[in-house]
């Protein structure tokens, strides 16, 4: 009994960690909540398969509007943990403590749509001096400010993303956020997006050192996943347009299985996903459960998503001796 409660608490916090890109912030002022956005289809899910159609926009339906910000200046991306965001209490707020991970953001000329090899990289924060760009993201109140190119003026999608590694220790771990929205560049800056960029469902690969990654193992330094970030992004003036930098070698027609368990479950209860934060257990400071034995051991104190790991690395000795072994599997 005390497992199965256990487990439906760990299934509300599942969903219960994450977040999405909510709003433009411009001058200081908020843009409006989804105005200009292209809201997700799955809520604030991650997405799991890194060749995944949501890996472009989340699965967003395109919008029309856009918002307007200067060739050069400065752009704020709000995300929230719930939508919309709950005023107090939400320890969650602007995304899970665990969620540790690099943050980047992507530009697209709008006329793509996204589709295709039209990405380019224009910020990342790993983890330096000991944060994550997550601690920084959860620092600032779920604010992604980043200083735009001087891109030509023009319409552009603009994506940014949190890798959460907090379960990056295992194929397919790593959760993916994302989100787009519009914005039409205003001003006199010339620089010229690379003529070829990345597909975002071919940017990264679930092997990856930046994806399958155990954040736990003491790591010094990180290598944050995908293109490089665009010279052109930094700002003074504009550069020559330059040839894409180079991703990794083409994903093979054959991706690597997805077939693992999704991460995501449905509440095995009735009850509201929404705001179902139990009370306990708190972020612990222990270390989680090894990555990998099946005679791992939970800590006195755990997190649910060290509970969850936990769960999975003795899942395949439970399944040698249960009659229902796949009663857990997540
Ligand atoms: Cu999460």
């Known amino acids: 009994m005390k497992t ?3 487990f439906v608490l760990a299934a509300a916090n599942l969903v219960a960690g994450h977040a999405t890109f909510q709003s433009f912030v411009i001058g200081g002022k908020d843009q409006g909540q989804h105005f200009a956005i292209q809201t997700p289809a799955n809520g604030n899910n991650p997405i799991t398969d890194v060749t995944s159609t949501a890996m472009v926009c989340n699965g967003g339906k395109a919008v029309t509007d856009r918002v307007e910000v200067a060739s050069g200046s400065s752009l704020t991306f709000q995300w929230h943990h719930n939508d919309p965001a709950t005023v107090s209490g939400d320890n969650d707020e602007p995304i899970a403590a665990s969620h540790k991970g690099p943050v980047m953001v ?15 990289k224009i910020y990342e924060d790993g983890y330096t001096g000991g944060k994550w760009a997550v601690d920084k993201f959860i620092a600032n109140k779920g604010a992604i400010t980043i200083d735009l190119p001087n891109l030509a003026a023009g319409d552009y999608i603009i994506r940014p993303e949190i890798i959460a590694l907090h379960e990056g220790n295992r194929p397919n771990g ?3 956020y994302n989100g787009c929205g519009n914005i039409k560049v205003t001003g006199s800056g010339t620089a010229t997006l690379p003529s070829t960029g990345v597909d975002m469902t071919k940017a990264y690969k679930a092997t990856d050192p930046g994806v399958l990654c155990n954040i736990y193992s003491g790591l010094t330094s990180y290598e944050i996943p995908g ?3 665009w010279d052109g992004a930094s700002s003074g003036t504009a ?3 330059t040839t894409p930098s180079k991703t990794a070698a083409p994903v093979s027609s054959s991706a690597p299985s997805q077939t693992a368990t999704p991460t995501v479950i449905a509440s095995p209860s009735a009850t509201p996903i929404k ?5 306990t ?3 612990s400071q222990a270390a989680p459960a090894p990555s990998s034995g099946s005679g791992s051991t939970l800590p006195e104190t755990f997190t649910i998503e060290q509970f969850i790991s936990w769960l999975k690395t003795t899942t395949s000795t439970r399944n040698a001796r249960r009659a229902h072994p796949r009663a857990f599997q997540l």
Do not use: D, L, R
């Open 4 to 6: 199965a409660a256990a």
């Open 106 to 120: 992507y530009i697209a000329p709008a006329a793509s749509n996204g589709e295709g090899a039209v990405w380019t």
């Open 174 to 176: 790593a959760q993916f």
């Open 227 to 229: 293109p490089k970030v």
């Open 239 to 241: 550069p020559a347009p």
């Open 275 to 279: 705001e179902a934060e139990p009370a």
């Open 281 to 283: 257990p708190t972020e």
